[in-house]
């Protein structure tokens, strides 16, 4: 179900998603944080840890960076993972379903940002 949420600082909107195993079709519940300032999808690492997602190394790790361009406390961004990521609509009838790759890194206390 989607929700508007507020937490201390800004207001937040959040997707009920779900990750479905690509082959064992295995469904996990994750809540997703939609972020337009954010690039690309990223999975928490604890989150991806708990779930035995497979990780892949990046060859190439980064920073992860603020708005303002300086980095990150969360650390570097040396894993990835693919998923088949399903997307509800708020009624839970509908849903939008992709496979996606995944940064991995510590981003708090969301299981997945949505970027763009």
Known sequence: MSAITRNK???SI????????KITGRKIDA???IDSGAE???INSQFAQRNQLTLLPI??????RNVDGSENTMGWVREYTIQNLRIYSR???AYHEEQAEFY???IGD????LGT
């Open 31 to 33: 809540n997703a944080l």
């Open 9 to 11: 600082q800004i207001p």
């Open 91 to 93: 009624d839970n009838k």
């Open 104 to 106: 991995v890194t510590d």
């Open 14 to 21: 959040t997707l009920k998603t779900e990750l479905i195993g």
């Open 110 to 113: 969301h299981d997945i940002i």
């Open 40 to 42: 690309g999808i990223i």
């Open 59 to 64: 060859q190439n790790p980064f920073p992860v």
